[in-house]
Every structure is written in structure tokens, then in C-alpha cells.
């Protein structure tokens, strides 16, 4: 009698374990990596969006003719800024993150970073004033995203008011290294 070899289709328990394991070994190395590369895009994200703010801020004062403020704050519950018209401190943000004004007409935009989340924005200036007549800025600043990690990219804003973006080594962005 003459038997013939049968042909097993599937996988083997033993073939089905090694993959797994190695596919558990794949994660244990990329998961890491993903979370910087989140956390690189969330800084990403919010230095692009404070770079519009202030563009447009400096738009807003040359096409209205009337001067634009951005205002930086540190809280207990978060930091933000605050795009306003009207005079010094006529607006600022609440410990709940909202943009509270004198005039509530004069609130243009605000941006509220929770102490929950993993960034902050720092500013060596409390306030910068963009002019109407050819866009300068009221003073000088730096204005800083940072997050939890250590990871900060910032702008530089000249009294000219042109701004210069820049951002730590080891965040990983394309943009020059700040001094």
C-alpha cells in the first residue's frame, strides 16, 4: 500500500508565535519614536499657528490703521495669547482659558495652551504692539513654544516687526538653531 504525503494548509502554531514575537519586538522600538514624532508635530502645529497670529496681527494694524496687540500670558491653568485692538492690557485670559476684554469688539483671536497638554508658550515680553503705519512692532520679543520634553522652537520678532522663526537642536524641526 502506497501512501501519499499530505499537504497542510495554515500556518503552524510555532510560525504564528515567532511572528508575533517579532512583531512585538517591531513596537516595543517604533512605539517610542512615534510618540516624539506626535509630540514634534504638536509643537509643529502651534509655532505655525502663532506665526499666522502674529503675521496677521501686523496685517491687521497696515490695513486698519489702527494698532494690534498680542498679548502673552503664564497661568496657573495654562498660558495663551491674546490678539486684541484697544489699549494696554484691555484684554487678557481667564484661568478657565478664555480671552476676556474690556470691549469684548476689540478681541480679534486667542490661543489657549491647557497645563494639562504637553506645551506652553513662554515670551520674554508681555505684550507687543503692532503699529499701523509700517508694521513695527512696539518692542522686541521672543516668543517660545516648549514642550513637557524639553523640545522649543520659537519666533524672534524684530522692532521692525519682521519675524524670525528658530528652534533647539534637538527638536528635530527644519529651522535654524536659536541662540
Given at each position: 500500500?502506497?501512501?501519499?504525503a499530505?499537504?497542510h ?7 504564528v508565535?515567532t ?6 519586538i517591531?513596537?516595543?522600538?517604533t ?5 516624539q ?7 509643529d502645529?502651534q509655532l505655525g499657528a502663532?506665526?499666522?497670529?502674529l503675521?496677521?496681527?501686523r ?6 490703521g489702527t494698532a494690534v496687540?498680542v ?18 492690557d484691555s484684554c487678557?485670559c481667564?484661568?478657565?482659558g478664555?480671552?476676556?476684554c474690556?470691549?469684548?469688539e ?6 489657549w495652551?491647557p ?9 520674554n515680553?508681555?505684550?507687543i ?5 509700517f ?8 516668543v517660545a ?8 522652537a520659537?519666533h524672534v ?7 524670525r ?6 527638536s528635530?524641526l527644519?529651522?535654524?538653531?536659536c541662540s
Open positions: 500500500m502506497q501512501t501519499q499530505r499537504r494548509q495554515g500556518f503552524s502554531l510555532v510560525e508565535l511572528c508575533m514575537g517579532v512583531l512585538a517591531l513596537l516595543a522600538l512605539l517610542p519614536r512615534f510618540g514624532l506626535i509630540e514634534r508635530k504638536r509643537l502645529t502663532l506665526y499666522v497670529d503675521q496677521q496681527a496685517a491687521t494694524a497696515l490695513t486698519t496687540r498679548r502673552f500670558q503664564q497661568l496657573a491653568q495654562g498660558s495663551c495669547w491674546v490678539m486684541h485692538l484697544g489699549p494696554v487678557s481667564t484661568e478657565q478664555q480671552a476676556q474690556l470691549n469684548p476689540h478681541l480679534l483671536k486667542h490661543q495652551l497645563s494639562s497638554g504637553t506645551l506652553r508658550v513662554d515670551a515680553v508681555s505684550q504692539a503692532f503699529h499701523p503705519r508694521g513695527t512692532a512696539s518692542r522686541a520679543g521672543t513654544i516648549a514642550s513637557s520634553s524639553g523640545l522649543r520659537a520678532i524684530a522692532l521692525t516687526g519682521r519675524l522663526s528658530c528652534a533647539s537642536a534637538e528635530g527644519s529651522l535654524p538653531v
